[in-house]
């Protein structure tokens, strides 16, 4: 599966510093913080880790659970063709 284009529009929330107002912060720091706890469990397998991100061409965050070792993606809500039809429409609508 080849998963090159996909990873150029999608960025990972953790890497941007963006100026936040004070409790948006705070409950960004609590979700970074669940996030790992949870990947700490091992839940999604000793390979795989939760990861949130933000699909750049249509601003919706997608959910992951990705292989820790070689990157692939497990599995991923919203599904990839639906992110795709929805960044066609938004074209469409330019």
Do not use: C, W
Request: no cysteine; proline share 5%; aromatic share 4%.
């Amino acid at each position: 599966m080849d998963l090159s284009a996909v990873q150029r529009s999608v960025q990972p929330l953790v890497a941007a510093t963006p100026v936040a107002p004070l409790e948006h912060s705070a409950e960004n720091r609590e979700v970074i913080q669940a996030v790992k706890a949870l990947n700490a469990t091992e839940m999604f397998g000793e390979e795989n880790e939760l990861v949130f991100q933000l699909d750049r061409q249509v601003h919706r965050i997608v959910v992951r659970v990705v292989n820790r070792k070689t990157q692939e993606v497990v599995s991923q809500v919203p599904p990839e063709y639906i992110l795709r039809l929805h960044e066609d429409l938004l074209r469409r609508r330019e």
